[in-house]
């Protein structure tokens, strides 16, 4: 039977035009569907925008520290329709590359919703288009809890779109990955952000002690952590601000926007799983084997909408693969081990490998090392801020099996050592780096001394 393409993709995400471009490099027809904008999450609403508002939200602080330093600075002010704007202005550009980038790979492009009708067969608007092979790769969303007064509340979704100016008040729910960046970002830009989390610390599956100290870190840099604590419903008179926040066991507050960040949830509704014999996982992800094949013969699945990591590189490694195991006939696998991170948040954490919790528990023997330092960058402005930098590494073995910072420029630094880790390097050989001086990252190859084995302490409320 003759297919109108070899590969049809739903969901032009990081994932999806990955695996569609190199498909596509391979000779395969390919044609893809998005009903939002092309560039998925990340580029429109996530990674991207949310890193220029990071970046915008730090000058507060580069501003009071470039007195130390000797320049004087007239009255500062924020224009956040200017930021906002041209934050869109950036987004409309990328939004455009992607494009380009689909155009020049030859991957048809199908605006509107796709929808299985059966297993290769596709309904995008009024077209019905067939394919050989299907690639699920439509994300996830946000989702909140749908306490009484939800509809008031935003996600990070409408975060990017505020009206200017900003809300003098505003309150973030969850301690996670998005909650904890947008507490920065808005406290940055000169909002009293409080950060509503209901146990006792924020970034749960983080190494307990980076989580503590970006905790601590947090809640210095003005941040109120209302720990332990859940909102019962949201109050508003006549549907406006200002909200008023009922707590669970009684408390109330008042703020100006509330916004939820308790977690994404996987792209499945709607687009016909249940025709084409697409199984779901326990979790209510599309459920994947390791080569990403969902239980339909023909059909694969990449990215968030399979909840595996929810990061956009490990989304196109998987459509990476994808295509080349598929279509290249060079079989690879993801590879989910050492998937470095990092949280944006301020100040930023970064790591790769395991937590010191998580190698306690599979491995045998470790030695920690742990240093912390105020950055030199802040020894002449007196800004309280402390760089914690951790090694954990396997005694057997001398494997540094997990790396972790919390301080500036995280990101960058674990990105390198990401490599080193992957490579298996020995502490040995972090010991024979010479470093660059003076550096933050140069710690990472002088730390000489074990951290003493920690006292048991109270076992962290998860
Ligand atoms: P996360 O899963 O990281 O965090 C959700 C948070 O919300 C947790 O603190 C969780 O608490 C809390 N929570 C969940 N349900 C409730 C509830 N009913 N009431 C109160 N609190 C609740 O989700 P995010 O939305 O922050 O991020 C989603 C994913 O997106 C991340 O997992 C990550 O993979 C990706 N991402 C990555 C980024 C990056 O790489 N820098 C940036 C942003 C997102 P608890 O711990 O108690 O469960």
């Given at each position: ?38 560039g ?21 602080h580069e501003?009071?520290?470039a007195?130390?330093?000797?320049w ?29 980038l ?32 299907i ?18 509340a ?9 009206p ?18 947008f ?6 830009l000169?909002?009293e ?5 209901r ?55 008042e703020t100006d ?5 308790t ?12 025709k ?38 490990v ?10 195991t598929?279509?290249?006939h ?7 081990r ?7 948040c ?30 030199m ?11 914690f930098?951790?090694l954990?590494?396997?005694?057997a ?5 997990g ?30 780096t ?12 002088t ?15 998860e």
């Amino acid at each position: 039977m003759a297919y109108d393409y070899d590969l049809f993709v739903i969901g032009a995400g990081s994932g999806g035009v990955r695996a569609s471009r190199i498909a596509a490099s391979y000779g395969a027809r390919v044609g893809i569907c998005e009903d939002y904008r092309v560039g998925g999450t990340c580029v429109i609403r996530g990674c991207v925008p949310k890193k220029l508002l990071v970046y915008g939200s730090k000058f507060a602080h580069e501003f009071e520290d470039a007195q130390a330093y000797g320049w004087s600075l007239g009255e500062v002010t924020l224009c956040w329709a200017t930021l906002r704007d041209n934050v869109q202005k950036e987004v409309d550009r990328l939004n455009g590359v992607y494009l380009r980038l689909l155009e020049g790979a030859g991957v048809k492009l199908h605006m509107g919703r796709g929808r299985l009708l059966d297993r290769h067969t596709i309904e995008v608007g009024s077209e019905t288009i067939t394919a050989d092979k299907i690639l699920i790769a439509s994300g996830g969303r946000p989702e909140a809890p749908p306490i009484s007064g939800h509809q008031f509340a935003i996600t990070s979704n409408e975060a990017f779109h505020l009206p200017d100016p900003l809300p003098k008040r505003i309150t973030i729910v969850g301690g996670g990955y998005i909650a904890v960046e947008f507490a920065g970002i808005f406290n940055g830009l000169g909002c009293e952000v409080d950060l509503v989390i209901r146990r006792d610390r924020i970034l749960r599956g983080f190494d307990e002690e980076c989580r503590t100290f970006v905790h601590d870190a947090l809640a210095r840099s003005g941040i109120r952590m209302r720990t332990e604590t859940q909102i019962a419903r949201i109050e508003a008179t006549d549907g406006k601000a200002p909200y008023r926040l009922h707590e669970v066991n009684g408390g109330a507050f008042e703020t100006d926007l509330v916004m939820y960040a308790t977690g994404r949830v996987p792209n499945t509704a709607g687009i016909g799983l249940e025709k084409a014999s697409v199984q779901l996982n326990k979790a209510g992800a599309v459920a994947v084997d390791e080569w990403s094949k969902t239980t339909a013969e023909n059909i694969w699945a990449v990215g968030d909408v399979t909840d595996r990591i929810n990061l956009t590189p490990v989304a196109i490694m998987e459509g990476h693969c994808f295509a080349d195991t598929v279509f290249g006939h060079k079989p690879r696998k993801p590879d989910h081990r050492d998937v470095p991170s990092a949280v944006f948040c301020q100040p930023e954490l970064a790591s790769v490998g395991l937590t010191e919790e998580e190698a306690a528990r599979t491995l045998g023997e470790l030695r920690v090392y742990t240093a912390t330092f105020r950055p030199m960058k802040y020894t002449l402005t007196g800004r309280q801020q402390r760089t914690f930098m951790k090694l954990i590494v396997e005694a057997a073995t001398d494997k540094v099996v997990g790396v972790h910072m919390v301080g500036d420029d995280a990101a960058e630094l674990i990105q390198g050592l990401a490599v080193a880790v992957k490579a298996g390097a020995t502490k040995a050989q972090f010991d024979a780096t010479v470093g660059i001086h003076p550096t933050a990252g140069e710690e990472f190859v002088t730390m000489r001394t074990e951290r003493p084995k920690p006292q048991p302490r109270k076992a962290a409320a998860e």
